[in-house]
């Protein structure tokens, strides 16, 4: 019911920003809680950041809090990672994913995904 495409992926310098956008497609694309996920080589997939439906409720891992801001624009069915202070560590493939709902739990899991965009954050 909701396809999600991710782009905006790139090489930037340490220390520079990037923004990435999500767009949501589908009759309940606004109702949706949207996530930010990263996978580094040979490591785990991790989460990154979450947002409710509204946009009212942002949610961040440690490791990037400060530094990258989560925000979704529902009337253009778009949501956004600006990512500033960007470090070498925060080189991944970055997805996006979606899930029917309006809250954000962290034991609900996502069930449609984007195919990824890389970022590479050179020193």
């Known amino acids: 019911q909701v396809q999600v495409v991710e782009s905006g992926g790139g090489l930037v310098q340490a220390g520079g920003s990037l923004r990435l956008s999500c767009g949501i497609s589908?009759?309940?694309?606004?109702?949706?809680?949207m996530g930010w996920f990263r996978q580094a080589p040979g490591k785990e997939r991790e989460f990154v950041s979450a947002?409710?439906?509204?946009?009212?409720?942002?949610y961040y891992a440690d490791s990037v809090k400060g530094r990258f801001t989560i925000s979704r624009d529902n009337a253009k069915n778009t949501v956004y990672l600006q990512m500033n202070s960007l470090k070498p560590e925060d080189t991944a493939v970055y997805y996006c994913?979606?899930?029917?709902?309006?809250?954000?739990?962290?034991?609900?899991?996502?069930?449609?995904w984007g195919q990824g965009t890389q970022v590479t954050v050179s020193s």
């Open positions: 994913a979606a899930r029917d709902g309006l809250h954000y739990y962290a034991d609900r899991p996502f069930t449609y």
């Open positions: 589908g009759r309940r694309a606004s109702t949706t809680v």
């Open positions: 947002i409710n439906w509204s946009g009212g409720s942002t």
